[in-house]
């Protein structure tokens, strides 16, 4: 069910983060915005996630079994084909388990990796370890360690199930989209989140995003509508309309996941409000990034996601040689707007614009070159 964040709950809000202290002034607030933009507009740099070590002998003969999502997505494609790609790198088997969005898909992977021996269990792109629990035990049971990548944001802890975790910077996804909000509003954001309670880092990122524009200004208004995966296509157009037909000041529609904004703009546009409500977003999705490029989306928060598998590979390869966990996220976020869109590429693709500093990064970490 949609529900509006009053004013009294963002000032509620911004009393908590304070810890009694009075909320900052416009001019302190706008420079912290203003920064956080800058820090995420900046080409990124490679992040060292922990000491080097000899991937190579350590993983030699090692085989992981990644079971994605689904492979009917080019994002599941892509972060696939990123892991694979560093999998070759250091030369060990990588495997990917097709599959169409299927449970049972899911457990057949499982069960072929306890079959064949596999070291190790990766669950990409989204699949909750907690739904195939009879099977991750059996697993273990066998000495398999089980992984999981682009699952859980920074803040939240792994399933017992789980040995480590390739997580995402949610958090700070939704402190840039209410910082972005805010400074293109010139301190006066009245927004509508769009989340999906389905998704488990669904949670932490709008309540980023809610706690940030409370830091920010206590009077900012807010709208959170709840809108599962499964019902996309069905609901975030009429949910959108109806919430900027009750409300003609929002300034901004905020949806957690930027594919989300196919189903934002025709709302936008049968309600006449489209350039006069901005869409902002994360993921890095190259149609939407496109969209920016026509000028239906106003900004994007990219992560590559060839860096994202060459991050999750360096995880699993530390929980196989028994190195500490890294802890936090290891892949930038960038921000695209009109301004450096084109380096994405044209049209855009899911890892142009970047750079390549995690390439002679990771290699090094590795001690694959010099």
């Known amino acids: 069910m949609p529900h509006k964040t009053s004013v ?139 992984s999981t990548t682009q699952l859980y944001d920074v803040t939240q802890e792994a399933v017992a199930s789980v040995d480590a975790s390739s997580k995402i910077d949610f958090t700070t996804a939704g402190k840039i989209l209410a910082a972005w909000a805010y400074v293109k509003t010139e301190g006066k954001p009245n927004v509508v989140i769009i989340g999906s309670s389905d998704v488990l880092s669904s949670k932490p990122y709008t309540d980023a995003m809610e706690a940030q524009l409370a830091e920010y200004c206590p009077d900012c208004k807010a709208r959170v509508i709840d809108v599962p995966v499964s019902e996309w296509a069905t609901k975030i157009q009429a949910s959108v309309q109806s919430a900027v037909l009750s409300d003609p000041g929002v300034n901004y529609i905020l949806p957690v996941f930027d594919s989300m904004s196919q189903f934002i703009v025709p709302a936008l546009r049968i309600t006449g409000s489209e350039g006069a409500v901005k869409i902002a977003s994360f993921n890095g999705t190259p149609f939407v990034l496109d969209m920016i490029r026509e000028g239906t989306v106003d900004m994007d928060i990219g992560e590559s996601l060839e860096w994202a598998g060459y991050t999750a590979i360096d995880n699993i390869m530390r929980m196989v040689c028994d190195l500490p966990e890294p802890q936090g996220n290891f892949v930038p976020l960038y921000i695209f707007d009109s301004a450096n869109v084109e380096t994405a590429g044209v049209p855009a693709t899911y890892n142009d614009g970047y750079g390549d500093a995690y390439l002679t990064g990771f290699r090094k970490l590795w001690m694959l070159e010099e």
């Open 8 to 146: 009294s709950k963002l000032a509620a809000l911004a009393a908590t983060l304070s810890l009694g202290t009075a909320a900052p002034a416009l001019a302190d607030a706008m420079a912290d915005a203003e920064a956080l933009l800058a820090k995420h507009s900046a080409l990124p740099e490679f992040i060292v996630p922990g000491e080097p070590f000899d991937a190579r002998a350590c993983m030699a003969d090692k085989k992981v079994m990644s079971i994605p999502l689904t492979m009917t997505v080019p994002y599941g494609v892509e972060l696939e084909k990123g892991m694979a790609t560093a999998a070759a790198e250091v030369g060990f088997t990588f495997e990917t388990w097709d599959n169409q969005l299927k449970i049972d898909q899911w457990i057949q992977g499982v069960s072929q990796a306890v079959a064949q021996d596999y070291d190790v269990i990766d669950l990409a792109g989204g699949i909750n370890p907690e739904l195939l629990g009879p099977q991750l035990s059996e697993a273990r049971d066998a000495g398999i360690k089980i």
